[in-house]
């Protein structure tokens, strides 16, 4: 069975019916063409602790980490999808649609998309959501998007808090449609995307890919803009819509923790591997045995 | 536990280091339980691959068609999937890898991602991950179903071990379906920039820590003044800051310089683990920063206090 079809996602029962028509050179079915293609893109982001430049600590349940002290932002592949699909709306017309799954919390994430320009923002919570794993995620943010037209869903790779960089490819096979991933170039062609993927040592893999899809993001795709508090302000009143449970349709036992199949145990502090020599902290001291270390190791010679 | 599946990485005619440390982590997964080992090799004239795999596997099921050639998620996809629901083995490993990200979670299956360790307690699978940039770790456990896909994690297995395969191999003949909607291109090697990071003796490498693109000639002539080559994480090249050529990590480059200065990085483990072998030495304010769980000497203390001391007394000393 194909369900992968070309043209723009409008409803499954349609998207399903319609011909391959992808490479066959024809575009008559397509919604692009190469003069005047219009993307509607739906981007998908995340709110998460900025753990990098933080020092973490475990809850006593060990599930968890403490959040208290932590400053959250929105995912960093996730800032870089947002500014592809603003960048993708202007170079070929169209519009984008953020949604962020979480508490009330992702409205400031929902806000920073506006800023840099997404027209619309959707927020799905429900206190049955906590404990999702990626597919579950997946699972709602499906639910959600069936129902809307779109050429493109852009989200980032991989989130920094989880990480398991499964929601875009499980997203894309509950849609029926194709998705790539680590994706740092995009370029639309007639009802096709041309995209380039990061692969290991340094080297690029281009494949074109039949729209409607979804594409995991990288960073480094793009420079993703600065959002100022000023800027935030401005789009404080705009209007977010707001789904549960119930207003997509679903049961409780489809999400969070019991409709997922896997489960964390426990966390704990990864064990150091090496033993380490802590160096002074006082600059001086802490030159001069750098500067030893390094005439040991034969450097300034 | 039955049958552990291990899905062969390799491009341009290799095999891919990964696919080593899943039959290693594969192995004594199967001695463990009394399972068996099996290697899937899906490609296109890859029957020389097939004889280098035959030491490590109980069988090698290979798949071979002309619709394999280049890798295509899609395609490895479904053929991966018919292979699943017809050998129902237990456990399938896939590298977590820009190959094994594009087809894992396409599987319909529990699955669990970019994992550092896996072990059986009381038969049943425990996975080891990590969470928020490295610094925590989390025991994940699956939750009834007889088929589990689990991503390891490159670089964090032995690729050499015990040669302990059956050496069975399999051809199978499998109907390919052509996909239409997704089509390889081209591979684009890595530009050949001014400098190779790969040769240096000495690194100085800079991380987010530097805070602003104006930091990085601080660096530079840190750099310089012992001697060393100018490198740098991720997140630098990210912004622009450095060019590509100068990125130590699985992206960019492989070192194995004799020192390894790391100045505000925080330690990604896809940076760290493409240090290989040296002396490494960090500067980071934060104590449990990942760098200072690889790195020989530590200064925990912020860059900007300890760098240009550190400029300054090597500039005495080049004065003599």
């Known amino acids: ?301 | 536990m039955g049958r552990i599946f291990v899905l062969i990485e390799h491009r341009k005619g290799a095999i891919r280091d990964i696919t080593w440390e899943m039959l290693i982590k594969g192995r004594e997964l199967a001695l463990r339980s009394g399972g068996e080992l099996t290697a899937l090799l899906l490609g296109y004239q890859i029957r020389n691959l097939a004889e280098k795999l035959v030491q490590r596997a109980d069988e090698v099921l290979v798949v071979e068609d002309e619709k394999l050639s280049n890798f295509n998620g899609e395609i490895y996809q479904r053929v991966l999937s018919k292979l699943i629901s017809e050998y129902k083995p237990a456990l399938t490993l896939i590298g977590h890898t820009s190959f094994g990200m594009e087809l894992a979670g396409q599987l319909e299956l529990p699955i669990t991602t970019d994992c550092i360790d896996l072990c059986l307690e009381n038969g049943a699978l425990k996975a080891v991950r990590q969470m928020y940039t490295g610094k925590v770790n989390a025991e994940i456990s699956f939750i009834g179903a007889p088929s589990y896909i689990v991503t390891v994690r490159p670089d964090v297995f032995p690729a050499e071990g015990q040669q302990t395969g059956r050496g069975e191999i399999k051809y199978l003949s499998l109907p390919i379906e052509e996909i239409k909607y997704k089509k390889f291109i081209e591979y684009i090697e890595p530009a050949v920039g001014e400098v190779d990071i790969t040769r240096a003796d000495i690194l100085v490498s800079v991380g987010q820590g530097i805070g602003d693109k104006k930091n990085i000639s601080m660096i530079a002539e840190l750099s310089e003044l012992m001697g060393g080559v100018l490198a740098c994480s991720r997140p630098i090249v990210d912004k622009k800051w450095l060019p590509k050529e100068r990125q130590v990590g699985l992206s960019g480059k492989t070192v194995k310089p004799k020192l390894y200065l790391a100045i505000g990085i925080s330690g990604a483990f896809q940076h760290i683990s493409q240090i290989k072998g040296g002396h490494i030495i960090a500067i980071n304010k934060d104590p449990r920063a990942p760098i200072f769980g690889v790195a020989d000497y530590g200064i925990v203390e912020d860059l900007f206090k300890i760098v240009p001391v550190l400029t300054s007394k090597l500039k005495e000393i080049k004065a003599g």
């Open chain 1, 1 to 301: 069975m194909d369900r992968k079809s070309g043209g723009k996602y409008k409803s499954p029962r349609l998207a399903f019916s319609e011909c391959d028509i992808f490479f066959s050179g024809s575009a008559e079915h397509s919604s692009f063409s190469n003069t005047g293609a219009i993307v509607d893109i739906i981007v998908c982001v995340k709110r998460v602790p900025d753990t990098a430049g933080a020092t973490i600590e475990i809850a006593d349940d060990a599930r968890r980490i403490r959040e208290d002290g932590l400053v959250f932002d929105m995912n960093d592949c996730d800032k870089y999808a947002v500014e592809e699909a603003v960048g993708l709306k202007k170079k070929y017309g169209g519009s984008v649609t953020a949604i962020a799954l979480g508490t009330e919390d992702v409205e400031d994430i929902l806000r920073m998309c506006f800023v840099t320009g997404c027209d619309e923002g959707i927020r799905l919570t429900d206190k049955a959501f906590q404990g999702s794993d990626a597919v579950t995620i997946a699972r709602i943010l499906h639910r959600l998007i069936q129902s809307m037209k779109f050429d493109l869903i852009l989200t980032g790779a991989q989130a920094t808090d989880d990480g398991y960089g499964q929601v875009g490819s499980a997203l894309a096979e509950l849609m029926g449609i194709s998705h790539a991933t680590l994706v740092i170039g995009i370029e639309i062609l007639d009802g096709k995307a041309r995209v380039h993927r990061e692969l290991e040592g340094g080297m690029e893999e281009v494949v074109e890919i039949r729209l409607p899809a979804v594409l995991t993001i990288q960073t480094g795709i793009n420079i993703p803009r600065y959002v100022s508090i000023r800027a935030l302000m401005k789009v404080a009143q705009k209007e977010i819509k707001v789904l549960d449970l119930k207003g997509l349709g679903m049961r409780e036992e489809e999400v969070g923790e019991s409709g997922s199949n896997t489960s964390i145990e426990r966390l704990f502090l990864p064990p150091l591997t090496k033993e380490m020599e802590i160096l002074p902290s006082d600059p001086g001291e802490a030159a001069t045995r750098v500067v030893k270390i390094l005439k040991d190791k034969g450097g300034l010679v």
